[in-house]
Antibody, heavy 127, light 107 residues
Framework: QMQLQESGPGLVKPSQTLSLTCTVSGGSISSGVSYWSWIRQPAGKGLEWIGRIYTSGRTNYNPSLKSRVTISGDTSKNQFSLRLTSVTAADTAVYYC???????????????????WGQGALVTVSS | DIQMTQSPSSVSASVGDTVTISCRASQDISNWLAWYQQKPGEAPKVLIYSVSSLQSGVPSRFSGSGSGTDFTLTISRLQPEDFASYFCQQANRFPVTFGGGTKVEIK
């Protein structure tokens, strides 16, 4: 059974950089076709997709955050990470890492839905 | 971005009832629609993907339908463990977007 676990500081000061790591067990971030995403959820609100990293190392970012986000992978540790720069109080949220299952047809592979999630990490931006 | 609008935002129901939740996309998303259940303090859990495909292990009282821009999640014979929030998600167009959520509460 695949498991994902977020880790990182729970408190970040405004204007600084938020850094989180997702450790994957029960599966490899570098095998086959897979997509690994970060999603966040402010308290009492909906879900916002932040971005993903492919098995190949290619990345996609939500345009609303693209200028501040970097997602990277460390295959030796079976981890992928999120960096969000210049944070403000609006970045306070529970941050989830998740695996995105793919859909396949004759045209290729496409990210489809999120089938495994971490438990979430609350990150508060405050001085 | 494709906007996903859910209705209602909350619904009160009793055990044994049938509940229907709607999700409308601002553009045609074909069948690229998934539904998630989220309980307080927990991560979302996928229930249905590709509009109507039931995720492994999910009870058959959950079902999905629709196409294009209008989609429905139906929960038949509501059970105590079904009181939670539900979100829809589209994967047809970049970036991935989610609906605002529907909270199913006990009447």
């Amino acid at each position: 059974q695949m498991q994902l676990q977020e880790s990182g500081p729970g408190l970040v000061k405004p204007s600084q950089t938020l850094s989180l790591t997702c450790t994957v067990s029960g599966g490899s971030i570098s095998s086959g076709v897979s997509y690994w995403s970060w999603i966040r959820q402010p308290a009492g609100k909906g879900l916002e997709w932040i971005g993903r990293i492919y098995t190949s190392g290619r990345t996609n970012y939500n345009p609303s955050l693209k200028s501040r986000v970097t997602i990277s992978g460390d295959t030796s540790k079976n981890q992928f990470s999120l960096r969000l720069t210049s944070v403000t109080a609006a970045d306070t949220a529970v941050y989830y890492c998740a695996r995105e299952q793919y859909y396949y047809d004759s045209s290729g592979y496409y990210p489809n839905h999120f089938d495994y999630w971490g438990q979430g990490a609350l990150v508060t931006v405050s001085s | 971005d494709i906007q996903m609008t859910q209705s209602p935002s909350s619904v009160s129901a009793s055990v044994g009832d049938t509940v229907t939740i709607s999700c409308r996309a601002s553009q045609d998303i074909s069948n690229w629609l998934a539904w998630y259940q989220q309980k307080p303090g927990e991560a979302p859990k996928v229930l249905i993907y590709s509009v109507s495909s039931l995720q492994s292990g999910v009870p058959s009282r959950f079902s999905g339908s629709g196409s294009g821009t209008d989609f429905t999640l139906t929960i038949s014979r509501l059970q105590p463990e079904d009181f939670a929030s539900y979100f829809c998600q589209q994967a047809n167009r970049f970036p991935v977007t989610f609906g605002g959520g529907t909270k199913v509460e006990i009447k």
